[in-house]
C-alpha cells in the first residue's frame, strides 16, 4: 500500500448495507467507540462516523492482515509501463514492481489522470458540504429540504448531528430549519457524476471514488468503496493465477463498475427531476 496519509475527517453516515459489510470485513471496527457517533449499530438504520478516525484505524486493520504501507511524504507517483501493460510504480526516485496495481486514491482519481484514461461526465460542478450541527430541543428529529437550488440533510446521532448538503452554485446556500445551525469546521468538495469507461485494464483496476463518483444522496458512496476494493483485489489474485484470463476478469469487473453507475445515476436523474432540482452544463 502506497499513501500519504490523508482523510478528509468529516463526519458521514454509512447505510445499513454498508455497516453490515464494513462488520464482515473488519469487525473489530464496529466496536472501537472513538471512530462512532452512534455507540451501537442501531438494528433497522445505518451508523454514523468520523471519517479521520476510521481512516485511520482500517489502515491498521489492513497492516495487522500482512499488509505493507509505505508513506508518500513527497514527490510524484507515476505507473511503470512495459509493453502495453502497467508493471508498477515509480515513486520518490525508486522504482517498485508489481504484476497489478490497484488504484484506490478517491477524488484524486491518480491513474486516470496519468493514463489519460476516458470517463464519461454528466453532470456540471456540483458543490457538497458536510458537518456537524447545532440542534435545539424543538428542532426536528430529521431533516431532508430538496429544491431547484440543491438539497439539505440533517441526521442527529446519539452524539452529535450531521449533515449533507448539495447545491448546483458555488455560493448558494440550501435554507436551514429552525432549531438547527452549523458549528466548527465544514468539509466541502467539488464532485461531477462521472466514471471511467474502463475501471480495469492491462495491469491496473480502480476502485471507489477514483472509478465512479455521484453524490452522497445514492448512500452508496462507502459501499461501493468497500466492495469494489474486495472484488478488485480477489480479481487481481484470480489474475496472477491465471494471466491467460486477464482480458476476460478486466471486462468483468469494468462492466459491473459501469452497471453499478449507470443504475445509481438513473435513480439520481428521477429523483432529482421529480423534485425540480435544476442545472445547467
Known amino acids: 500500500m502506497l499513501g500519504r496519509g490523508r482523510s478528509s475527517g468529516a463526519p458521514e453516515y454509512l447505510s445499513r448495507a454498508s455497516v453490515m459489510l464494513l462488520a464482515a470485513m473488519a469487525p473489530r471496527l464496529s466496536h472501537v467507540s472513538d471512530i462512532w457517533l452512534d455507540p ?107 429544491g431547484q437550488q440543491g438539497w439539505l440533510w440533517i441526521k442527529p446521532t446519539t452524539s452529535q448531528t450531521i449533515w449533507t448538503s448539495l447545491s448546483t452554485q458555488r455560493e448558494a446556500t440550501v435554507a436551514w430549519p429552525d432549531g438547527v445551525r452549523p458549528v466548527g469546521r465544514s468539509w466541502r468538495d467539488c464532485r461531477r457524476w462521472r466514471c471511467l469507461q474502463q475501471a480495469a485494464g492491462p495491469g491496473y483496476f480502480v476502485c471507489g471514488d477514483a472509478a465512479v463518483q455521484l453524490d452522497p444522496a445514492t448512500g452508496d458512496g462507502f459501499r461501493f468503496a468497500i466492495e469494489s476494493g474486495a472484488r478488485a483485489a480477489s480479481l487481481a489474485a484470480q489474475l496472477r493465477r491465471h494471466p491467460e484470463r486477464s482480458s476476460l476478469l478486466e471486462a468483468l469487473y469494468s462492466d459491473w463498475v459501469l452497471q453499478f453507475y449507470m443504475s445509481r445515476k438513473a435513480a439520481l436523474a428521477e429523483c432529482y427531476a421529480n423534485a425540480a432540482l435544476l442545472w445547467t452544463g
Open 40 to 146: 451501537e449499530p442501531l438494528p433497522k438504520s445505518g451508523r454514523a462516523l468520523m471519517r479521520g478516525k476510521f481512516d485511520q484505524l482500517f489502515r491498521i486493520e489492513a497492516l495487522d492482515t500482512g499488509a505493507r504501507y509505505i508513506s508518500l511524504t513527497a514527490g510524484r507517483v507515476e505507473p511503470r509501463v512495459a509493453q502495453g501493460r502497467i508493471s508498477g510504480v515509480h515513486c520518490g526516485g525508486s522504482s517498485i514492481s508489481s504484476p497489478v496495481v490497484i488504484d484506490a486514491s478517491g477524488s484524486n482519481c491518480w491513474l486516470r489522470r496519468a493514463m489519460q484514461l476516458e470517463e464519461s461526465i454528466d453532470s456540471p460542478a456540483l458543490w457538497l458540504e458536510r458537518g456537524l450541527a447545532a440542534a435545539s430541543t424543538n428542532a426536528p428529529d430529521q431533516h431532508w429540504q430538496i
